[in-house]
């Protein structure tokens, strides 16, 4: 098990060295930041002043070796628009992704898997056949205009929920987050609805899909000549036989929604770190989009690293095969 | 006389499936006696399988029993609900299947699944239900068991998992236990020794069998008594010896012929020309016929199954008899 945890560990450092050069030069290859920090009509002098306290006028290894020492300190350099460091700036939105995501993604995948099992367990009941005709909705609508009819309806119809924003904060950690107060879950709750939409859907056909397949192996079989209650089949060997798939599938969707609510957080004014890298994008703010971008590849990795470890606890033959 | 531990009548399980009815289980009849072996021959698709699953009312959809009776001790099993059947097995039916790397749940430790299958029927204290696992476990061949206990199926071969599914089988001392070819998977030489321990077994345990395979070689050496399969009936049953020596279904001949240790060496094997028919679109009469040599036009008729002693078969024209044609 040690020797497995040190492999992945090693696995997991030679992807974020990779990923740091790819996302340094790859970045660099676009466009020139200094026209949009300068304005226009900007001397020459200060143009070229900007340009050395930016660090711009070194060759382009160098800047990145610099970046690499600035990083490896916990420095991720300072935002050229916002000036402040980057980390801080990131730090401050990344809560507020990351309550909505996790909050999303948890309540999808709890709630999905346990309509998908049923619905794989009792395929041709009625319920089954809404639960699947559901699914098939969630994996159709575009996510932005439910997003939209959430809103119009919840929001301004009704007037039940709040259309936007974060609400009451709460300090933990240093950081504001929502969650623990009601007003900042009633903000919460349509973005993480319409965030989780499409991944209770899917969530509900890979359920399916497992234990269909898993109810018609010699396993079950076996286990119901042995006598055991089908409740028991379902606690002891169905659910953890699905778990692999669902487990992967949960990591994936993780990782891509903390990176990538972009959308929702739009729709939603919800201030996270989506809205801070479109932003940056915008005007090529590279300090920002360096770092966000470090920070995602980090986030899989460590995510991978995880659910890695995870595999390693459920299934013997994953630690065996890689300490062997 | 003594109840027999399993007595079948007129058993029929059909599949109800979108291309028609599959006769897979089309009146199946037979006695086993407390300790008794049968083996249950017949090519694949004949209905063997299906034939051990409806004994444990394990038949899934679209399949189901539609006639015929199950008594197991003495005790209808058709006519139980769920609960009730789902109580007897396991504890006094039991079965195994051919593939013993699929039967065992990769993720569970040997251990965990036997007291899963403990747990089914008993409450028992931690340490009597280790010892019976021990037991169990020593008893089918499994050296140093309570240290394997611990284990998981990947840490055994084939032939080891198969043991570990034959101890969990057979827990709660089942009065009957359907082996469902479960050597075919493993090499010669372990199939051996199992099928010797499988005897033995039987003998102490008083546990009756119904050795499912395809290979006759295989089961007549282990079994008391045999009953050919063919297109979901039963066409020949009889003491091994007697069915080995002296067949009387064309079909069964056909097998024996077809056994390499039956022929002189050198000889080329004989094969039954032709294949199984269709369940769906059997022809009227008896099944084998457009396979058969002795075919007329007597077998447009199904043939009854005509008794002699323990033994039985479904032929107007029995190999080595030149009556029993109707007139
Ligand atoms: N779920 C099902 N749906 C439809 N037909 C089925 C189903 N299960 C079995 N059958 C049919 O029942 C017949 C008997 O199958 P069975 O598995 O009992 O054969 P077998 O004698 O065990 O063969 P083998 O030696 O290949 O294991 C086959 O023709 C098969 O197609
Ligand atoms: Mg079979």
């Known amino acids: 098990m040690l020797g497995f945890i040190i492999q992945r560990f090693i696995q997991a450092v030679g992807v974020m060295a990779v990923m740091s050069v790819i996302v340094f030069f790859g970045v660099y290859a676009i466009g020139n930041p200094i026209d949009i920090v300068i304005p226009p009509d ?22 990145y070796f610099t970046f690499l020492a600035n990083l490896l300190q916990g420095d991720l350099g300072r935002s050229f628009v916002y000036n402040m460091p980057v980390l801080e700036l990131i730090g401050g939105r990344l809560p507020a992704t990351l309550e909505l995501v996790l909050i999303s993604v948890i309540s999808a995948t709890v709630l999905g898997v346990s309509l998908g099992i049923y619905a794989g367990y009792r395929p041709d009941s009625w ?10 909705l969630g994996f159709s609508v575009p996510s932005f205009w439910v997003g939209l009819i959430l809103i119009l309806f919840f929001a301004v119809h009704l007037g039940w929920l709040p259309a936007g924003g974060r609400g009451d904060t709460v300090m933990i ?71 692999i798939p669902i487990i992967t599938v949960f990591g994936l969707e993780l990782g891509s929604t903390l990176a990538f ?16 890298i479109i932003d940056s994008i915008a005007v090529l703010d590279r300090p920002v989009m360096v770092a966000y971008l470090i920070l995602v590849a980090f986030l899989f990795v460590t995510i991978n690293f995880v659910i890695d470890l995870v595999f390693a606890l459920i299934d013997p033959r994953v630690r065996d095969g890689a300490s062997a | ?55 444990l009312g394990l038949v899934d ?11 197991l001790n003495g005790t209808e099993l058709t006519t139980l609900s769920g609960s009730a059947l789902r109580a007897r097995r396991g504890r006094e039916i039991s079965m195994i299947f051919q ?141 091994t010896a007697a069915l080995l020596r002296d067949p009387r279904h064309p079909y069964t001949a056909g097998l024996i012929a077809s056994l390499p240790a039956m022929t002189t060496p050198g000889t080329p094997l004989t094969q039954i020309r032709g294949t199984t028919p269709s369940l769906l679109s059997l022809p009227p009469g ?26 039985g078969w479904r032929c107007f024209h029995p190999v080595g008899q030149t009556a029993g044609a109707p007139t």
Not at chain 2, 24 to 49: H, N, P
């Open chain 2, 99 to 239: 593939d013993p790397i699929a039967t065992l749940n990769p993720l569970l430790t040997i251990g965990q699944q036997m007291q899963l299958a403990i747990a089914a029927h008993e409450r028992l204290g931690k340490r009597a239900a280790l010892a019976r696992c021990t037991e169990l476990l020593t008893q089918v061949g499994i050296p140093s068991a309570e240290a394997r206990l611990r284990a998981y199926p990947h840490e055994f071969s084939g032939g080891m998992r198969q043991r570990v599914a034959i101890a969990i089988a057979l827990l709660h001392r089942p009065a009957v236990l359907v082996a469902d070819e479960p050597t075919t998977a493993l090499d010669v030489s372990i199939q051996a020794q199992i099928l010797l321990q499988m005897r033995e077994l039987a003998a102490e345990t008083g546990t009756a069998m119904i050795w499912i395979s395809h290979d006759l070689a295989v089961v007549s050496s282990l079994a008391t008594k045999l009953a050919v399969m063919y297109a979901g009936k039963i066409v020949e049953q009889g003491p």
């Open chain 2, 286 to 311: 008896c099944p084998f016929a457009p396979r058969c040599d002795k075919q007329t036009e007597a077998c447009v008729q199904k043939p009854a199954m005509t008794l002699d002693g323990p033994r």
């Open chain 1, 173 to 243: 950690w240093g950081v504001a987050w929502s969650f623990p107060t009601l007003n900042g879950l009633s903000h919460i709750a349509l973005p993480a609805v319409n965030l989780a939409l499409f991944k209770l859907a899917m969530m509900i056909r890979l359920a399916r899909a497992g234990t269909r397949e898993i109810m018609l192996t010699d396993t079950i079989k076996f286990a119901r000549a042995a006598g055991l209650s089908e409740a028991t089949i379902l606690r002891r060997h169905l659910l953890k036989l699905i778990s």
């Open chain 1, 127 to 136: 319920v089954s056949k809404t639960i699947m005709a559901v699914s098939v």
């Open chain 1, 42 to 63: 900007a001397t020459q002098e200060i143009r070229l002043e900007a340009i050395r306290r930016l660090g711009l006028d070194r060759p382009l290894y160098e800047q």
């Open chain 2, 61 to 71: 959809p679209p399949g189901r029993i539609v006639e015929g009776s199950i008594k």
């Open chain 2, 1 to 55: 006389m003594t109840v027999p531990a399993l007595s079948v009548q007129g058993l029929t399980t059909h599949f109800f499936t979108r291309a028609g009815v599959v006769k897979a289980v089309d009146g199946v009849s037979f006695d086993l006696a407390q300790g008794e072996i049968m083996g249950l021959v017949g090519e694949s698709g004949s209905g063997k399988t299906v034939t051990g699953f409806s004994l």
């Open chain 1, 261 to 276: 609510a972009v959308v929702t957080e739009t729709i939603f004014s919800w201030p996270g770190v989506g809205k801070l």
